[in-house]
């Protein structure tokens, strides 16, 4: 039931934005529905507590301790999206001249987005599980080229045909995963249901899922932002507006590495070797190295921050890799707390590129002098994304150097060079962007749209510091999932 | 599965000229410079796609197939052939495909794709059942060869078109291996693919407005500092 309150609160917010989505109140309308989609997705959190992963309707929807887990922070970082986007967008309206038609659309494809995400994560279905992210992609594709820049337009095009011929692969390893089920589960729609292959994963032929698993690997990490697939994700995040940002950094590419790991569960079973754990390593490397190599040359603000998503999910996607259990639950503590701080960060970049005119990184100077509650947001912000303590990240990934050094040293100098170079092409910048003189033109943007960044930072800080007993054991029980 | 029911030898015997068809027609798609025809081959490889549904469903005695071979022949050989032959005449977009590659040689690459393909689906086609054994071999090679078309082209809507051929070569991965996906999931693929159609409809009028052609080459300005 649960889990219908839930789908039912954001998938009825998509025809309501469609309608009202222009009107004064369509901003509050959107916070409202993500307000009240929290509210069901704590209530669920707080059943799956108390009784453990169930499924509901003839076990197509299913809750277990990890995508509650995704969900929870979808539910948190869509609030806070929603939130920001009515400071953020007041603004974009004036100086784009967006017409009250775009309004709608903007609004109602922002939420068909989020409705899309949490699908995502409840179904039990590969199959749905693919339509979702599909659809993640397409109700986004016109967010990016909401300006009707030449800019926006390339990005969205980019990421359309991209992300598009990523999923078409990943469609042929879902068909793949279901053709080796066939000889075990039979014809029908339950071959593709999580739990009914999790049970049997050990049966499936080896060759199969192996072909399957590149497939959904490379189709799935397309979304993720895995190097060399990444292409995409620099110019949609640049692209679009900062609201889209956040949730495509925050949300979209935590769901695609969730999709990713459920397939590498069915294909560790199957193969019983590291296969699959070796691949995410390797992509997961490499991602980080390059784009923390790329950071150095940004000259764009969101650019730069964009590139920043490629490092951490490659740090995840390499903690996955690794396998053991602390590594597996540091992987998950970095997800959670990179789509936290990440989303935050470009709420403040937003607004801070509101007040000065420009996303070149040159131009951006005295934040702090601008508005002292946008440069703390931002700074903090920042930091924390840099694994700064207190925030998560530095215990995640901490977490993930030591479980290096336990299983693969000689990977050891690699990941500092990778984590060191980042920390280089962000934190000089971040001096230069916080502190200086006022630029001329700059404008006073509005102080409550930081409201949701620095809840959000609290939850990160949180996570570190006080993290509760009863989350650790969660964690780790999702961890425990994975292996 | 197929091996537990008597299939009559035509239908096998029609199925694989289907499938060699489907090939055909992808190959005539890398080679085809105008557009109008690039979108008529879609329409007959949709038509093709449509009846090798229908026949296994036929065989097998599935009444979900004939469900999704009707689907098949309203969306892929109807509806989005018919759209889109609008759109490129609404949008007055000149007859002529200019690719990157020649075709000469973007030909011999797809023969390349199309062993690779086949070698690596030797070890699935060993484990499918008598029917459509070889025939995953041929799908992904239309998969492949309708990704290689994407690359080599500069207008819009030939990218699309290739992309449509893509989803038609996965199509037929699914019916070909697996005698189709479960009706749910096939269901949501189409909602998405229409979808995906109406948006870049709307996208394509954006295009327009902003740049005044369909020419891919006005969207390669950013450039990576």
């Known amino acids: 039931m649960m889990i219908y309150l839930v789908l039912a609160c954001t998938l009825l917010g998509i025809p309501l934005l469609a309608i009202w989505g222009s009107e004064r109140w369509g901003a509050w309308l959107f916070i409202v529905i993500n307000a009240l989609t929290l509210l069901a997705i704590l209530a669920l959190s707080a059943r799956v507590l108390q009784s453990g992963s169930f499924t509901a309707g003839d076990d197509q929807f299913m809750v277990d301790d990890l995508n509650m887990l995704l969900v929870l922070v979808d539910g948190v970082v869509g609030l806070g999206a929603a939130f920001y986007s009515r400071s953020y967008m007041v ?99 339950d071959a593709l249901l999580w739990t009914h292959l999790d049970a049997i994963r050990h049966q499936l032929q080896p060759q199969i899922m192996a072909i399957a698993f590149i497939f959904i690997l490379v189709g799935y990490g397309t979304k993720v932002g895995l190097v060399p697939l990444h292409n995409w994700l620099p110019d949609a995040h640049a692209g679009g507006p900062s609201s889209v940002s956040a949730v495509l950094s925050g949300l979209l590419l935590n769901v695609a590495l969730y999709a990713v790991l459920r397939a590498k569960v069915l294909t560790d079973g199957a193969l019983g070797t590291i296969f699959a754990g070796r691949l995410l390593m390797g992509f997961g490397l490499l991602s980080l190295l390059v784009a923390s190599f790329t950071m150095l040359r940004q000259r764009d603000v969101k650019r730069l921050f964009a590139y920043s998503s490629i490092e951490h999910m ?50 951006i100077h ?15 912000g920042v930091l924390f994304i ?26 050891i100098p690699m990941l500092l060079l990778g984590m060191g170079v980042a920390f280089a092409a962000i934190f000089p910048r971040l001096q230069a962007m916080v502190f200086g003189s006022i630029p001329q033109n700059a404008i006073r943007t509005s102080t409550i749209g930081n409201i949701p960044a620095f809840i959000q930072l609290t939850l990160v800080v949180l996570l570190c510091v006080f993290i509760p007993l009863i989350l650790v054991q969660w964690i780790q029980h999702a961890a425990s999932l994975l292996q | 599965m197929l091996e537990n029911i008597h299939v009559a030898l035509w239908g096998v015997a029609i199925l694989k000229f289907l499938a060699a068809l489907l090939l055909l027609l992808a190959f005539a ?16 490889q949709g038509a093709v796609l449509a009846i090798g549904t229908g026949l296994i469903a036929f065989m097998t005695n599935q009444s979900e197939l004939w469900f999704s071979a009707a689907l098949t022949l309203g969306l892929k050989a109807l509806l989005i052939p018919v759209v889109l032959r609008r759109l490129l005449r609404r949008l007055k977009v000149r007859g002529d495909v200019e690719a990157i590659l020649n075709i000469p040689l973007t030909l011999l690459a797809g023969i390349v794709l199309v062993i690779f393909a086949f070698s690596l689906s030797q070890p699935l086609s ?33 990218q699309v078109v290739g992309f449509l051929a893509m989803d038609n070569g996965l199509f037929f991965t699914a019916t070909s291996a697996t005698l189709g996906m479960p009706m749910i999931v096939e269901l949501g693929i189409a909602l998405d693919a229409l979808i995906g159609f109406v948006i870049l409809g709307v996208f394509f009028f954006q295009m327009r407005d902003t740049f005044d052609s369909m020419d891919l080459q006005h969207l390669e300005k950013i450039r990576e500092e």
């Not at chain 1, 599909?134 to 909401?146: F, I, P, Q």
């Not at chain 1, 002098?369 to 903090?380: E, Q, R, T, Y």
């Open chain 1, 314 to 363: 490659g740090i995840a996607t390499f903690a996955f890799g690794i396998g053991s259990p602390i590594a597996i639950f540091a992987g998950l503590l970095h997800m959670i707390g990179h789509s936290l701080t990440k989303s935050s960060v470009f709420f403040s970049v937003g607004l801070s590129v509101q007040s000065v005119g420009s996303r070149e990184i040159q131009r």
């Open chain 2, 126 to 158: 060993n484990l499918s059942s008598t029917v459509t054994r070889g025939m995953v071999g041929i799908a992904l090679a239309a998969v492949l060869l309708a990704f290689l078309m994407m690359i080599t082209r500069r207008k819009a809507i030939s």
């Open chain 1, 386 to 411: 840099l694994g700064m303590p207190p925030s998560s990240l530095f215990l995640s990934e901490f977490l993930i150097i030591i479980s290096t050094l336990q299983s693969q040293p000689w990977l």
């Open chain 1, 91 to 189: 603004h974009e309206i004036i100086h784009w001249s967006l017409t009250p038609g775009r309004m709608r659309l903007y609004h109602a494809m922002f939420q068909t987005f989020l409705s899309t995400m949490l699908l995502a994560l409840l179904t039990n279905n590969m199959g749905i599980l693919w339509v979702a992210l599909e659809g993640a992609t397409l109700s986004t594709v016109l967010l990016v080229s909401l300006f009707h820049t030449a800019e926006g337009l390339e990005a969205a095009w980019k990421y359309f045909i991209l992300c598009g011929v990523g999923l078409a692969m990943a469609l042929f390893g879902t068909i793949m995963l279901y053709f080796a089920a066939q000889r075990t589960l039979g014809d029908g729609a």
């Open chain 2, 29 to 44: 798609m890398l080679a085809q410079r105008r557009l109008l025809t690039l979108i008529n081959l879609l329409a007959w």
């Open chain 1, 366 to 380: 005295g934040i702090m002098k601008i508005n002292p509650f946008l440069g703390w947001a931002f700074m903090l």
